[in-house]
């Protein structure tokens, strides 16, 4: 375990690690949206941002991608960094005024104007559902397209994810809160991506408990009897 | 194109999922755009997501989803072109044709593009079209340029195929 | 003519091509430059061949398609040999005359030399030109002397001798030491120093390392990568060769934008031939080092230019960059070592090499050694490439070389390093040119674009312009720059359209602040600065536009007024037709009626400009 200083306090990181875990490990806060500790840091939200000093220099960087360095001493709220935290929040809420975790976020740093044309944004491009969605779940449904200002995380081709499994994995690790998943009768819809399931019955309690099409993948992938997928996970403990 | 035509193209490349920028590329070039099959194809032989493909496939402005127009009206947005009145030269071909820069006409006849900086900044404003080059633009010769590859007319006098 | 394996063999081989060319046969060479293209120099060329093969003496005569000679304005360029008689703005109907009267019988035709702009004398060699006295063409010379899809010219004028010396008289560290003490830092805008960056490399762990050519020239307004990889690849090869010698890489890319095919087509045939001869592949020239290079084609996305972004698009992936605290040197392309270069940077290393970095520095200031290629273009007379010495001012330059501004307009300022630099004002006109005062000064080297501006240029404009640019090449990824480009152009547009409001300049630098210091990568850290550039120097312009509504340098089009002055106008509608609202009205002169003056309804009015431009009695006035 590596030793450095984060705002005078003494803590220890793995050497792959990153600022931003370790902080939050120790009872540090530090805002971030982008962040999700079951995918590799993004670096895209800018949230972050703290004040590392190293060998006598200074520089702001983000804490997710800044890797774990001995004898750094990292600050998290200096003049700097708490001016450029609340521009960026300012410029996420143009974007997407409507969310209720962005407007928090701005309130609690002080940010009580937008100076910028409102947008009517929903998404704020942290890009996590994808993310999770390649790494975690490896359905690869969804990704960001375009780029720029037009960059979206949509479907391939826009329309319906067609490798979609609903899992749900996506609605839960979003920050803002913006994809949703519904169920009505034996259907299972991720709204945001146009996805609709028809989900399988419990051989044992008659509950729907997942989509068809998620278990056929799974079948091909993970060698289990056939049992398994005729039953829910309730049932089977 | 069949999926031969594909296959073949892959195999110049050796099957390296690394080059999907070059194959799209290949395809582009053929094709004048990238067909929603051909991409699908493309996903299973090389054992890449449609999602990363279709992400690959809009980053780049070398690609495009839509068919192109039989002529591609290309108008130098560099700076030296910009300088010398380049933004006027886009406006005019944009009320003589309808169309904004990444559009094709209805009729497909024009697909109107800007790139920044064709080379050619000596003879600024600069417009391509089918790969001739038009120096010296000017709002007031757009008309008379795009005349020449009007439908009706015979296409194009740059002697190409 | 099989491989050549060791470098008595090279040196054989190089004497023997000098030993068939007689230097005193007349040879026509024709610039086959992007900018003579664009000039029709291929119907030239095919003139002269024409000419060439109906003449009964015709034969034995060359011709050779050279690379770029750097001064487009004056393109199609030709060149007579022996005497080099430079002939410029040639036609295809002057190949006949050319050949008859210079080529058969060394008569000089005055109407085709340059002619000098105000004491009107003609010029009749290339060197004698102003726009090349002051230049020092070190890398960019060899362009006119060589076909580029041929390696016997580059190695009749000397070519391949620097990778011969290092491969067989230099250990690769001596070749490093040599590199750093040439100074030779990174001509792609960064200005790092490329030896330190070799050396790092080469000390990073790992056993495959790879070198690459960025030749994803994406700024607007510069060409001197693509007409140095079109016209002269082989300089660009030889640097790499030494370069992966040194460091211990043996593979090799040169990354080149899809906008620049036949840049492409060059140096795969230099590629080609070079396995051919054995100078790329296995056992190089005999030295036991293997090394070989592959193209790779950028997708058309600026920000490939960043390093981390060209080596996810080699990888087969999307052009987002990556956070480079751990640096490209030491984990890169597939995690492994990789020293990225500029097209320039590497073909300033057979000069080093082979000159010796103590006579290599005796060119340039204290922190910047050698020569830069600059593409001088916008306002200027003599629009083109050229390569001066560091340190060499802009006057000389935009004056001395670019022959000062067309007509007789006022200097305003001068855009170097593109998106990512800024305008320097005419209070500075005489900075000498080099990494640090332009730095220093609020912009940048960068690749080398230099765009003259004079009065008629909006500085707002141009900002705008350029955030447009960047805004348009972002990736998308970091909320600073997405956002950042988004909101600096939303302002600049509402200020050039006549809705600017005070605060506007504050909230710019506010922006611009967090865009440079929290942005990802290099093109957000640096893409506030042609806003905060034009705003330092010309604050007043901006102040115009927003207070006042005005737009002094008549660029702006919604702050335009445009009116037809009465006593003027001839009465001859031709404004009144080319009004796309119908906003002209009047009455048209004939034979029988006086008519009446035509008059533009500034309500209709969409300041479109059409009826300026096609008036030809300037009765159309502009405020």
Redesign the interface.
Known sequence: MIPFVIDGQPVEGREDGNLLEVALDSGIEISHLCYNESVKP??????C?VEVVRNGRSR???AC???VIEGIEVLTRTE?VL??RR??IE??L??CPGDKLIQDMARKMGVHEV???KEDKDCI?CGLC?RVC?EVVGA????????????EMI???GGEA??CIACGACVIVCPVDVIRMEEEGDERTIIRWKRTLKMKQCKICGNYFAPWFQLEKFKEQVKLPKEFFDVCYTCRT | MTYEEIDSIIERYHGKESAILAILQDIQAKEKYLPKETLEHLGERLHIPSSKIYRIATFFRAFSLMPRGRHEIIVCLGTACHVRGGQRVIDQFTMELGIRSGETTPDRNFTLETVNCLGVCAAGPVVAIDGQYFGKMSSTKVEETLKKFRPGKKEGTNGKD | MGKISSPQELERYQNEILSKRDPHQPCVTVCGGTGCHASGCHQVIDAFRKVLQDHSQGNGINIRVTGCHGFCERGPLVVIYPQKILYQRVKPEDARTIFEETVLNGKVIESLLYDHPTTGTRIVHEEEVPFYQKQMRIIFGNNGNIDPTRIEDYLAVGGYRALSKALFSMTPEEIIREVKKANLRGRGGGGFPAGVKWETCKKAPGDIKYVICNADEGDPGAYMDRSLLEGNPHSVLEGMIIGAYAIGSHEGYVYVRNEYPLAVVNIGIAIQQDRELGLLGENILGSKFDFDVQISRGGGAFVCGESTALMASLEGNVGEPRAKHIHTVVSGLWDRPSNLNNVETWANVPVIIERGADRYTQIGTEGSKGTKIFSLVGKVNNTGLVEVPMGITLREIVYDIGGGIPGGKKFKAVQTGGPSGGCIPESLINLPVDFDRLTEVGSMMGSGGMIVMDESTCMVDVAKYFTNFLKDESCGKCTSCREGTKRMHEILTEITEGRGKPEHIDLLEELGWVTAETSLCGLGQTAPNPVLSTIRYFRDEYREHIINKRCPAKVCRVLLRYRILSDVCTRCGRCAKVCPVKAITGKKKTKKEAGEPFQIDTEKCIKCGMCFETCKFEAVEVQ
């Open positions: 993004y670096g895209a939200c800018r949230l941002l702001m960087t983000t991608t800044y890797p700097k001016r450029a521009m960026i410029l996420i143009a974007m100076r910028f044309k491009l994808g390649d690869h449904a969804i990704q960001f397209a375009f780029r720029g200002d037009r960059k479907p391939p081709f067609m490798n």
